[in-house]
T-cell receptor, first 117, second 113 residues
Framework: GDSVTQMEGPVTLSEEAFLTINCTYT??????LFWYVQYPGEGLQLLLK?????DKGSNKGFEATYRKETTSFHLEKGSVQVSDSAVYFC????????????????FGKGTKLSVKP | IAGITQAPTSQILAAGRRMTLRCTQD?????MYWYRQDLGLGLRLIHY???????GKGEVPDGYSVSRANTDDFPLTLASAVPSQTSVYFC????????????FGPGTRLTVL
């Protein structure tokens, strides 16, 4: 079945460091890919998305490129801030999963990021 | 403010009791979802609804039921709670098919003793 694998955390970085969180996927069809962010005590918020191969999603300085050849969607940011401390979830949406649910998401286990001043 | 509301925010429940988690959205989204979030397991889909009047089972449906009487509301019921249902529950919604982005509520933290 469909699945998402992302690097295990926690990840601890100093402010202004470069961030990469790896994400790879397996899917039956042609999924859309997402990164969601969860700040402490809150629900999930969409960070960025890509709907087809070679698309690049970007938001708030974060970027991820949909790589079909490597089935990957790695999240990157050039210079992290303390305010980026959160849990990051990679997810895919495959219309062929669960017998027809229109767009339910399959999540990775999450990567906790802590940024120190 | 448009979005998804969930109630209660948190609840402690004795095993064997019945509990309904409420979810309401005002975005007129067709599809709605219930997930549970457990440490080390990420989010897992419990039930979904593509449109009012229809529901379906997700990855972990056992012990849970849902209904979708109208577009806005999607309650999740635990008929007889067990400790393994201790979790944080998130409701989500998305618009027309083809727009795969989901919007999440703030979550309900449920503890079953």
């Amino acid at each position: 079945g469909d699945s998402v694998t992302q690097m295990e955390g926690p990840v601890t970085l100093s402010e202004e460091a470069f961030l990469t969180i790896n994400c790879t996927y397996t899917a039956t069809g042609y999924p859309s890919l997402f990164w969601y962010v969860q700040y402490p005590g809150e629900g999930l918020q969409l960070l960025l998305k890509a709907t087809k191969a070679d698309d690049k999603g970007s938001n708030k300085g974060f970027e991820a490129t949909y790589r079909k050849e490597t089935t990957s969607f790695h999240l990157e940011k050039g210079s992290v801030q303390v305010s980026d401390s959160a849990v990051y979830f990679c997810a895919l949406s495959d219309p062929l999963s669960y017998g027809g649910s229109q767009g339910n998401l399959i999540f990775g286990k999450g990567t906790k990021l802590s940024v120190k001043p | 403010i448009a979005g998804i509301t969930q109630a209660p925010t948190s609840q402690i429940l004795a095993a064997g009791r019945r509990m309904t988690l409420r979810c309401t959205q005002d975005m007129r989204h067709n599809a709605m979802y219930w997930y549970r979030q457990d440490l080390g397991l990420g989010l897992r889909l419990i039930h979904y609804s593509n449109t009012a009047g229809t529901t379906g089972k997700g990855e972990v449906p056992d012990g849970y039921s849902v209904s979708r009487a109208n577009t806005d509301d999607f309650p999740l019921t635990l008929a007889s709670a067990v400790p393994s249902q201790t979790s944080v529950y998130f409701c989500a919604s998305s618009g027309l098919a083809g727009s795969r982005e989901q919007f999440f509520g703030p979550g309900t933290r449920l503890t079953v003793l």
